[in-house]
């Protein structure tokens, strides 16, 4: 049974706590190195410049937290329509799935938000107890796992 503790016992804050260099840093590094046709610099050279560029995107990001909002320019993106599976008819529309590319920025802020609700999901104990999906550690195995644990007992 999962008790969900008093709403006076949650932390609840009305803001994000800033995001350090370092953590941009690591994002970035982590990053992959495909770029998006909208981004100002491919992302490898992105990578090259990060220590020149860290304080500038650590302030863009803390300035969109600070104001819980994101600017507009981070909210453009390259749509493309891929064919969901080879094979299959290319002039039906239904058999394309629509895949929007972002600019770098926005994954890092993305980033940087679901560390943030992550930290507080966990800290205040407000995972549901199975959830599988998008959670670290728990997949459709653990899910199928605890479904036959629960038809033996």
Same mark, same amino acid.
């Given at each position: 049974?999962?008790? !969900?503790?008093? +709403?006076?016992?949650?932390?609840?804050? *009305?803001?994000?706590? +800033?995001?350090?260099? =370092?953590?941009?840093?690591?994002?970035?590094?982590?990053? +992959?190195?495909?770029?998006? %046709?909208?981004?100002?610099?491919?992302?490898? $050279?992105?990578?090259?410049?990060?220590?020149?560029?860290?304080?500038?995107?650590?302030? $863009?990001?803390?300035?969109? $937290? =600070?104001?819980?909002? !994101?600017? @507009?320019?981070?909210?453009?993106? #390259?749509?493309?329509?891929?064919?969901?599976?080879?094979?299959?008819? &290319?002039?039906?529309?239904?058999?394309?799935?629509?895949?929007? *590319? @972002? +600019?770098?920025?926005?994954?890092?802020?993305?980033? !940087?938000?679901?560390? #943030?609700? %992550? &930290?507080?999901?966990?800290?205040? *104990?407000? @995972? %549901?107890? @199975? &959830?599988?999906?998008? #959670?670290?550690?728990?997949?459709?195995?653990?899910?199928?796992?605890? !479904? &036959?644990?629960?038809?033996?007992?």
């Amino acid at each position: 049974m999962n008790i !969900v503790p008093e +709403p006076s016992a949650v932390n609840c804050s *009305n803001t994000f706590t +800033p995001v350090s260099q =370092e953590e941009v840093k690591r994002i970035i590094q982590m990053s +992959p190195n495909k770029s998006c %046709e909208i981004d100002p610099m491919p992302t490898w $050279l992105l990578k090259m410049c990060r220590e020149e560029l860290l304080p500038i995107f650590t302030k $863009l990001i803390n300035m969109s $937290l =600070e104001s819980a909002s !994101v600017p @507009h320019s981070f909210k453009s993106a #390259r749509i493309r329509h891929l064919l969901k599976m080879p094979g299959l008819d &290319q002039n039906l529309s239904k058999n394309y799935r629509p895949v929007s *590319n @972002h +600019p770098i920025i926005s994954k890092i802020l993305e980033k !940087v938000v679901d560390m #943030r609700l %992550e &930290q507080h999901l966990t800290i205040n *104990n407000l @995972h %549901e107890e @199975h &959830q599988s999906a998008y #959670r670290k550690f728990h997949s459709t195995e653990t899910a199928v796992l605890k !479904v &036959q644990n629960d038809v033996l007992q």
